[in-house]
């Protein structure tokens, strides 16, 4: 199905210019880059000087990483709580899936086994505010979006979207998906979804019910997306591929082949895509997908299963490891190309 006339969000998703805290432990600009505790990894760039990497234990089973506060928050389900950077853990009543930072608190998706919800957090006190029942019994929200004025939340028990206004908690449409949807972004071309095994890429519309268009099948088993002002980039870790799509057109704008990309983000150096082993950092040039250069963040030999997920965390890329249970940091400014 072809797409509709392409329409921006109405509002694109904030960029928070927040300095980064550094959690206690971590190294910092004077020292001898291992906080002390040997646990800082040395980056392998290219550059004349090596990039100093910092990580931290986050163990619990961390799924999803998010900038809040110009700090870093991850989901741990299997302790029920979510690790702040800088902070004591937040406990929660069910298993944190995914976590999304909004003008009007920091909204989580909570699973419980039997009907799940999310819940807004106050950032500054860990106060849970509210608490939203997406339906009385088997729901499972396992992907949040913000596009600067709506929450999309993926329902995977019940293969749909459920938009949320995040300023009172009100739920409003229900969308019906592909049952194998996994995946949700937004971004300035709007809020997209993708999921596993040849699940084209659509288009959530902003005021229609249903998906509003097939935009592209990018790939076999398309993962983890980043949407920018112009192209949508989707990581294919079966395939071994990086795709840049550009939505009036019939073939990917790029086509980049990478050994088991995990996920991408945009940033002022390019499009930053993340390999499981070790993990790596990948920079690709954003007009043409060509490789900038590589950093290497840890010593882990062998990839994980998958899910290795990337955040922008103040002036830093953040690297979630879930097979490592470790949270890896690095500077922008110190990644190749």
Do not use: I, K
Not at 59 to 85: C, D, F, H, L, Y
Not at 222 to 246: E, F, I, R, Y
Request: charge should be negative; hydrophobic fraction near 40%.
């Amino acid at each position: 199905m072809p797409l509709a006339p392409r329409r921006a969000a109405r509002a694109t998703v904030p960029v928070l210019l927040a300095t980064a805290l550094v959690a206690a432990g971590c190294s910092t600009a004077g020292d001898d880059g291992d906080g002390g505790d040997g646990s800082a990894e040395r980056g392998r760039g290219s550059r004349s000087a090596e990039p100093r990497v910092r990580t931290e234990d986050v163990q619990g089973s961390p799924t999803e990483v998010a900038e809040v506060a110009g700090s870093a928050w991850v989901t741990q389900p299997e302790r029920r709580a979510v690790w702040r950077e800088g902070a004591a853990p937040l406990p929660l009543a069910g298993e944190p899936l995914d976590l999304v930072e909004t003008p009007f608190g920091v909204w989580v998706a909570l699973g419980n086994g039997v009907g799940g919800s999310v819940v807004r957090v106050d950032a500054s006190t860990g106060e849970v505010e509210e608490r939203v029942p997406l339906t009385a019994y088997d729901t499972a929200p396992t992907q949040l979006s913000y596009d600067g004025e709506r929450l999309w939340v993926l329902d995977l028990a019940r293969a749909s979207v459920v938009v949320v206004d995040p300023a009172t908690g009100e739920v409003g449409r229900r969308s019906v998906v592909d049952g194998r949807t996994q995946e949700l972004a937004s971004g300035a071309l709007g809020t997209f979804a993708t999921g596993q095994v040849d699940l084209p890429l659509a288009y959530l519309a902003d005021d229609r019910t249903g998906v509003y268009g097939v935009v592209s099948r990018p790939c076999t088993a398309p993962g983890d997306l980043a949407v920018g002002t112009d192209l949508v980039w989707v990581a294919c870790s079966d395939a071994g591929q990086v795709v840049a799509l550009d939505l009036g057109a019939e073939r990917p704008v790029a086509t980049v082949g990478l050994d088991r990309p995990d996920d991408v983000l945009l940033t002022a150096r390019g499009a930053v895509v993340v390999l499981a082993e070790g993990p790596t950092l990948v920079v690709l040039d954003p007009a043409d997908g060509s490789e900038r250069g590589r950093l290497r963040l840890g010593d882990d030999p062998a990839p994980a299963s998958g899910g290795v997920e990337l955040a922008r965390v103040g002036d830093d890329v953040a690297v979630l490891h879930p097979g490592t249970e470790r949270l890896y940091r690095v500077a922008l400014a110190d990644l190749p190309g």
